[in-house]
């Protein structure tokens, strides 16, 4: 079965701090990789995704991440953060499963930044 | 589009009563997923649907916990009897799953809150 690690459970920044969450998975063929975030009181929202191509990926909000095959890895990076960054994020895995594609996320990361 | 609609937003409840949380997809979506978040778990999945048809439901804690999608539009997942230990947020989530998935990023409803007594 997939799994997903995220490393930091909980991480706390001051603003204009650089941050960099860590996600590992452990299927090793073809997988749909994504972050979203929930603010304090709502629901997920896509941050952003990665399914072929620029391992390099730009979502929302400054936010990108970088997808290394031979890590298994798909670390979320922001190179300044702000207060209104602080959420719960979570790495998510979509890989093949019985003919369809199964979603697995991980346990999340709760980031505080104080401004 | 109105995004995925979940009801009730909050629930409390006695042990041993049922209980039933229901997903509207967001129209034209293929594939529906139900949730269970708690501080302890995570964010776990329940089962999910393709088409209408259960596909994977080996999250679906024990059978006091059922769920069917009758249509395209409308899902629900029953609780019956309650547990305490059941109290957590619930989420539906939609996404359109093509053939290559490659479009399979997930909507999230804003979730139902349940508690147990």
């Known amino acids: 079965a997939q799994s997903v690690s995220q490393h930091n459970h909980h991480v706390i920044l001051s603003e204009a701090a650089s941050l960099e969450l860590g996600c590992n998975y452990s299927?090793?063929?073809?997988?749909?990789l994504f972050w979203y975030v929930q603010y304090p009181g709502q629901h997920l929202q896509l941050l952003l995704k990665?399914?072929?191509?620029?391992?390099l990926v730009k979502g929302i909000k400054g936010f990108e991440a970088e997808f290394i095959k031979s890590k298994f890895s798909f670390n979320l990076r922001k190179p300044s953060v702000q207060w209104s960054d602080t959420a719960e994020y979570f790495c998510a895995v979509f890989s093949p499963s019985g003919g369809s594609y199964i979603p697995t996320f991980g346990r999340g990361t709760s980031l505080i930044v104080h401004p | 589009d109105a995004g995925v609609i979940q009801s009730p937003r909050h629930e409390v409840t006695e042990m041993g009563q049922e209980v039933t949380l229901r997903c509207k997809p967001i129209s034209g979506h293929n594939s529906l997923f139900w949730y269970r978040q708690t501080m302890m778990r995570g964010l776990e999945l329940l089962i999910y649907f393709n088409n209408n048809v259960p596909i994977d439901d080996s999250g679906m804690p024990e059978d006091r916990f059922s769920a069917k999608m009758p249509n395209a539009s409308f899902s629900t997942l029953k609780i019956q009897p309650s547990e305490p230990r059941d109290s957590a947020v619930y989420f539906c989530?939609?996404?359109?799953?093509?053939?290559?998935?490659?479009?399979?990023?997930?909507?999230f409803g804003p979730g139902t809150r349940l508690t147990v007594l």
């Open positions: 990665y399914f072929s191509g620029d391992p």
């Open positions: 299927y090793g063929g073809t997988v749909n």
């Open positions: 989530a939609s996404s359109l799953v093509g053939q290559v998935a490659a479009y399979n990023e997930q909507f």
